[in-house]
């Protein structure tokens, strides 16, 4: 029995356990019709992937007739991205090794060869995976989630203190569902001066002010807490919100004017484990001043899910999907201004950026890029971090 017909029993298996995996893209599985994968844990790609029944992240090396051995060091390595890791292989074979996997914290998955059945034997400990957050993030791109709510790189070139008008719109009413149109013909009423008002409680809704449901919008906690902060600072009106609006706009930020404020604004957006882990990577490069390059590179290669989520425009998910599930994810880094030009979002460079001014966690020394997407100098255009980020 070759190494390919042991993965093919063992997928069998873990499909009749309603285990959901993927197996590496390796020209000796070409054959095998299971979804497949190019994810490497340590600089090795496990034969088997994914999650087990209870939500578990596993990783399997599998062997045939040969390199018992040799599968210790590989199913070791793959501890430090997931929760469970096995040693797959003919039970005659597995049995000569299985003392030394057992007492490393290792797994087996054992083949008869002689009938038809497979036995799995779960790890008896196992640490905690040190590199666990990225292969999530590789895992939910191989499921191809789509976040229910859009990214903040969304966002238009609309000022930030816009996204927090709808709340004052359920002052007299915290409790109470609204739709999108209920919404917008309140927003009439009052005059708000940006008219992009279905943009602005989308908005709303990213940030996590807003919660969306069967029936429309209604207050989530944080929007309640955010509400109540305004109204103790003395922004107790929409109208006095536009007045402070009014008071940030053009070379003036909301930083700048009211630093207490732009603090407060940064620990709700912060509520957003997407943006709070963003904001942590630039903070990772241990310097004030991050390259644009920098920050693709290291979203492409450690953190495809955020890639996807904040870089990466809407109309061009499916084929970086594709590039990155066909391990051709390197060709994003070969020509920066075609990546740039056919899957990027303008506003990551743009309006986003302006929005981190606002916050604070960007100083206001920062560039903003006003050209057109492809003329962009990803080498030479920086994120300058300010001096007041919160984590």
């Not at 882990?277 to 590179?297: G, M, N, R």
Request: glycine share 6%.
């Amino acid at each position: 029995m070759n190494e390919a017909e042991v993965v093919s029993r063992i997928c069998e298996h873990l499909q009749n356990e309603k285990w959901h995996f993927w197996i590496d893209d390796h020209p000796i599985h070409k054959e095998l019709r299971f979804q497949k994968h190019c994810l490497l844990i340590g600089g090795s790609r496990p034969d088997i992937f994914g999650l087990n029944d209870v939500k578990q992240i596993f990783a399997v090396e599998v062997k045939g007739l040969k390199d018992y051995k040799k599968a210790i060091g590989q199913a070791l390595t793959y501890k430090s991205g997931v929760h469970l890791s096995y040693i797959g292989g003919i039970n005659t074979f597995l049995d000569k090794i299985s003392n030394i996997a057992l007492s490393s914290g290792l797994g087996l998955i054992s083949v008869d060869e002689s009938g038809s059945s497979v036995e799995v034997i779960n790890p008896l400990y196992n640490i905690s995976p040190i590199f666990l957050d990225d292969i999530k993030n590789e895992l939910t791109v191989l499921q191809h989630q789509k976040k229910k709510n859009r990214s903040f790189s969304s966002f238009g070139r609309t000022h930030i203190i816009n996204y927090f008008a709808p709340i004052f719109l359920f002052q007299d009413r915290e409790s109470k569902s609204r739709t999108k149109k209920e919404l917008i013909i309140d927003f009439e009423k009052v005059d708000w001066a940006n008219k992009a008002y279905s943009e602005l409680i989308s908005g709303a809704n990213t940030i996590g002010i807003l919660d969306l449901n069967e029936v429309g919008y209604n207050l989530s906690k944080i929007g309640q807490f955010c509400l109540e902060h305004f109204i103790t600072i003395g922004i107790d009106s929409i109208s006095k919100l536009q007045e402070m609006l009014n008071q940030t706009q053009r070379n003036k930020c909301v930083y700048s004017e009211f630093p207490s404020l732009a603090k407060f604004l940064q620990l709700i957006y912060f509520q957003n484990s997407d943006f709070k882990q963003f904001i942590s990577i630039l903070q990772s490069f241990d310097k004030t001043e991050v390259s644009s390059k920098e920050i693709i590179d290291i979203l492409i290669m450690e953190y495809p899910n955020l890639f996807l989520n904040f870089f990466v425009k809407p109309t061009a998910k499916d084929k970086v999907v594709s590039m990155f599930l066909s391990g051709n994810k390197q060709a994003l880094m070969d020509n920066y201004k075609k990546t740039i030009s056919d899957f990027g979002h303008y506003n990551f460079f743009f309006a986003f950026k302006r929005h981190l001014v606002h916050l604070g966690v960007l100083s206001q020394e920062n560039k903003t890029f006003y050209k057109k997407t492809e003329e962009l100098d990803v080498e030479n255009d920086y994120w300058i971090l300010g001096k007041d980020i919160l984590i």
